[in-house]
């Protein structure tokens, strides 16, 4: 999709984008594959008892991380990316925004510790809690916001996937009985966050570490308690579902619905993977002025996150019940329901995250953004309230449903001018001959016997998605001929 992008100055002309989207897409797939491959193992070795220790100690871990790292992730790469031909006025930047994020990390261990003396429960599993909250500090080190921003997303890569492999070792050298819950504690840090020391000693390549003055931290309040709360509202309608639907019926409704957002999960995470490696670049256009650049990319995006998030809806919906059964078991089927309706939020998540962290943060408009997620909280407590008494987990994925169509819409009412301008540049016949070829595939694919879920699956995936990329192919579509030109030009240098 980006693959014909080459880079416009400075130090844009030695990044590609499609190398950085190449190494964040496996960045993504490693942060997945990680605990598919080591959980089924711990789990089996701790027990329910012992992951959920350190489930919890990560969970209250993760909200002091928050407080600490304030909006500083996002707005630290919008930022630095808008400044990064200027060593001095990047360095000084990185500095006030490290400055402020260590001081708040500060006064979160402070409150972490006062909590952890006064709650008996948290006293108990001190000492885990204490390994859990160095993921506090490595987050402030790590800077990973500046290596995102100069778009060093092969660096990012390989020093995470090391720190993953690393973690994976470790897992079966020291997890090995019951009674070793503190190990697993340790290496779930090392594997998440070990590469932030690293990160820390090479800062120096990017940036000066001597001071300097005049430092200007008040530029940064605003901007970065903006993007603070929208976190907090985020993480908050976005866990909301799962809180009502525990409070309101019961942890085995629970259960089958995080089976269902497992996945659902999964799959976002891979469409929305592609807003990292745009932030930086978009910011860069903006600042720079070049519009002409920056709604091209904008509407490749949107490209993209079409041809890659429909066909996982339609397959993933039509599948839902092979799928949750190879994946959590037999007991699990009450999942399959609540998987069908969440699967469209794949596409509307994927369309807001371009709308919301693609352009509105860019061009400074982050309070739009909080605005909009602010109104998804406040429909998915509504529907959540209306409708679990009655449907249980279908009822709390209705909620998030429409909490996240109601995210886009207001976020497309806040960019209609500009979207009526790239929805002409989207190529609408090519992607409804896609829908209708896989979906004929789907048809012809349902009277047939298999020995397995696995080969069902398989199968049917291998067909579907082939026949939805051939079908692009023939009809021309922009993005895969970009794709393909991409490979063979560097196949014939070779």
Known sequence: MLLGFEVLGGLMKSKSMSLNFIMNFLLTASS???PL?????????LGPTGTGAVAMGTSLVSYFTMVAMLGVPTYGIRICAQVRDNREKLSRTVQELLIINLIMALISYVAFFILLWLVPGFREQSTLYTICSAAIILNVIGVNWVYQALEEYSYITFVSVLFKALGLVLMFLLVRNSGDVLWYGLVTVISSFGSAVFNFIRLRKLVNLHPCRPWNFRRHLYPI?????MSVATTVYTNLDTVMLGVIKDNEVVGYYNAAIKIKTILVTLVTSLGT????RLSYYYEQGKEKEFLSLVSKAFSFVLLFSIPCC???SVYARPVVEFLSGPGYLPAVAPMIILMPTIV?????NITGIQVLVPTGKEILVLRSVILGAIVDFLLNLLLIPGLGASGAAIGTLCAEFAVTL???WYLRKLLTSIIQTIEFKELILMVLAGSLVLWTLRGLQFSSLFWQLAVSAICFFGICGLSLLISRE???LSIIDKLLRKLSRN
Do not use: A
Not at 37 to 45: E, G, M, Q
Not at 348 to 352: D, E, N, T, V
């Open 410 to 412: 207001l976020q497309f």
């Open 225 to 229: 308690f903006t993007f603070f709360f």
């Open 348 to 352: 509307f998540i994927g369309l807001s």
């Open 32 to 34: 997945i594959l990680f």
């Open 277 to 280: 490696v745009l932030l930086p």
């Open 37 to 45: 491959i080591t959980f089924p193992y711990v789990s089996r070795i």
């Open 314 to 316: 339609i397959y993933f």
């Open 478 to 480: 922009e993005i895969i």
